[in-house]
């Protein structure tokens, strides 16, 4: 029983440990990368994220200096086989709020996929250097 019990203290211990690393590694600037059909891109989002805040800012055309920016809210948690970000309280881009599934993060790509009925948004990130 003893052994059981360990066992179980060391897998929370690594479990929650797991979820602090990937909570510090996703609290950055990350800028959308975006591709078309004739690879002129007129337009970008950065979204950053910190301390269980995230907003999100999008630049329509590089020449313009207004940008779109939403503020909303974030929770990071991990299940045994995937890490998800739960998003809410956007209003400009309230298509994003929802549970949203990890696919890959490192220091330097965030992808991630949000899956509603039948419509889906998967989006590739590089971190954006401030």
């Not at 950053?48 to 929770?75: R, V």
């Not at 998003?87 to 994003?96: A, D, P």
């Not at 696919?103 to 949000?114: G, S, V």
Request: proline share 2%; hydrophobic share 40%; net charge positive.
């Amino acid at each position: 029983m003893k052994k059981l019990l360990f066992i179980f203290l060391v897998s929370i211990f690594f479990f929650l440990s797991c979820e602090k690393k990937k909570q510090e590694k996703i609290q950055q600037s990350w800028r959308l990368i975006r591709l078309s059909k004739d690879s002129l891109v007129t337009w970008y989002e950065v979204w950053e994220f910190n301390n269980g805040n995230i907003q999100m800012i999008k630049k329509d055309n590089p020449q313009t200096p207004i940008d779109t920016t939403d503020l909303g809210k974030y929770h990071l948690y991990v299940k045994l086989d995937r890490t998800y970000v739960d998003i809410e309280g956007l209003s400009y881009f309230y298509k994003y709020n929802g549970q949203w599934m990890v696919l890959k993060m490192n220091d330097e790509i965030l992808i991630m996929l949000y899956e509603k009925g039948e419509n889906w948004f998967y989006r590739e990130f590089v971190r954006e250097d401030k």
